[in-house]
């Protein structure tokens, strides 16, 4: 230890005033020990202080197990349902137009209107078909069907329509032979996206279905189904039909099969 003064070296022993500079040095040793004891005071602080926090990380941890193990072991949860195919069937055309309003927000119930036809409202089933829902949705918001048509009618089977004037980019096919389970079978009164042979190539066009036809089912995606207005693609059905130049199909419409909007309503016990 060195004199705080002259700087050089105190002997043994803590002598009160230094033998060469003669300072006196109780002052120095006392703040000394004051420093010490400051030091070893702040020591036990920071060891406390950590303490806390590990006894405050541990009790978090085991909050989150606890609350982790409620979820997982928490009695009477239910399993998700399957989808009922009976329910579904009882569902469609099951509701007059006059149950619906026009909303000003984007929902899952879609009023097509059909000049000199009528009007149909579908329910779309976003959490069965996702991707097909949403895209269906996201065109009607768009306005993207107004002033389409339905250009092929083929009665027991659908009718189809949907073309627009723009070219869009294609959607992931939602049903089992592209991988995706779609539970949604095509019955009487289903809605679903056409495409052509390549299984991610739908667009905008859709078909709704005139009777129940289960070659469909696992290779088209079906989103939805109409709730109200199904006798609407009744009368489409029952108009003169040519042939197609093409596929020799007797379904092409011989009068305008004009659909003047498609717009997103709800129940009116919904307003």
Known sequence: MNCPK????????????????????????????????????????EQKQKLIKIA????????????????????????????????????????KLEDFGESTEPSDYVKISVKDF????????????????????????????DGSSFHRVYPGFMIQGGIGKEELAPIKGEFSSNGVENPLLHVRGVLSMARTTVKDSATSQFFLMHADNATLDGNYAAFGYIVAGLETVDKICEIPLGDNPVSGEHSVPQVSVAIESAVFVKPVTDK
């Open 56 to 95: 405050v990380a541990a009790v978090l941890v085991c909050v989150l197990i606890a609350a982790a193990l409620l979820l997982i072991l928490k009695p009477g949860t239910p399993a998700a349902e399957p989808l009922s195919m009976e329910a579904v069937k009882a569902e469609i055309n099951s509701m």
């Open 118 to 145: 009528g009007e149909i409202v579908v329910r779309l089933r976003p959490d069965l078909a996702p991707i097909s829902a949403g895209n269906f949705q996201a065109l009607v918001a768009r306005k993207y069907y």
């Open 6 to 45: 002259c700087q050089k070296p105190l002997p043994k022993g803590q002598p009160r005033v230094c033998p060469n500079c003669r300072k006196d040095l109780s002052s120095f040793y006392k703040m000394k020990e004051t420093r010490a004891l400051l030091e070893a005071e702040k020591a036990k602080t």
